[in-house]
T-cell receptor, first 114, second 113 residues
Framework: AQSVSQHNHHVILSEAASLELGCNYSYGGTVNLFWYVQYPGQHLQLLLK??????LVKGIKGFEAEFIKSKFSFNLRKPSVQWSDTAEYFC????????????FGKGTKLSVIP | DAGVIQSPRHEVTEMGQEVTLRCKPI?????LFWYRQTMMRGLELLIYFNNNVPIDDSGMPEDRFSAKMPNASFSTLKIQPSEPRDSAVYFC???????????FGQGTRLTVV
């Protein structure tokens, strides 16, 4: 079965620290990958997506993610976090083979300490 | 566009009562999804509509749950009768194409007491 794994449940960082959140997927063939962010009490918003092409994807708010096919990974990165980045981050995947079911990871809660 | 609109934002109801959640997708989107979010299980897909037709409802937990999409601009998720374990945040999402990014509504926080 297709699955998306996020290994970090809760990450605590100080402001200006660098961030990397892990995401691994278990799809064969073509895959579309997404990172969503959910700020406290709000809905999910798309940070970035990868469908094909350049494996380094840049998203909003200074986030980027790198698709590494050999490692089945799509880790999210930001060089310097801010207090306003405190949120929950979800990795999601969609098999490109005509699939519709966006499979979400369990989410990683990020707390940024001022 | 105002985005995906859900109502109500919060719902508190007593066990056994019927609950109806509403969703207006983004105009022009032909795919609509209902998700449930809980601390224990994370985000779960309940049902997926394409062009107003239910394609996959295998995520609907049991017969107490039903969903309809009578037209391209409206969908409902109904729970009858409701139980405390149904307490969760229910999100509606829509996408232009089933393989595209999903845009989420603000969610309905349901509490069944």
């Amino acid at each position: 079965a297709q699955s998306v794994s996020q290994h970090n449940h809760h990450v605590i960082l100080s402001e200006a620290a660098s961030l990397e959140l892990g995401c691994n997927y278990s799809y064969g063939g073509t895959v579309n990958l997404f990172w969503y962010v959910q700020y406290p009490g709000q809905h999910l918003q798309l940070l970035l997506k990868y469908f094909s092409g350049d494996p380094l994807v840049k998203g909003i708010k200074g986030f980027e993610a790198e698709f590494i096919k050999s490692k089945f990974s799509f880790n999210l990165r930001k060089p310097s976090v801010q207090w306003s980045d405190t949120a929950e981050y979800f990795c999601a995947g969609l098999s490109g083979a005509g699939s519709y079911q966006l499979t979400f990871g369990k989410g990683t809660k990020l707390s940024v300490i001022p | 566009d105002a985005g995906v609109i859900q109502s109500p934002r919060h719902e508190v109801t007593e066990m056994g009562q019927e609950v109806t959640l509403r969703c207006k997708p983004i105009s022009g989107h032909n795919s609509l999804f209902w998700y449930r979010q809980t601390m224990m299980r994370g985000l779960e897909l309940l049902i997926y509509f394409n062009n107003n037709v239910p394609i996959d409802d295998s995520g609907m937990p049991e017969d107490r749950f039903s969903a309809k999409m009578p037209n391209a601009s409206f969908s409902t998720l109904k729970i009858q009768p409701s139980e405390p374990r149904d307490s969760a945040v229910y999100f509606c999402a829509s996408s232009l194409d089933r393989e595209d990014e999903a845009f989420f509504g603000q969610g309905t926080r349901l509490t069944v007491v």
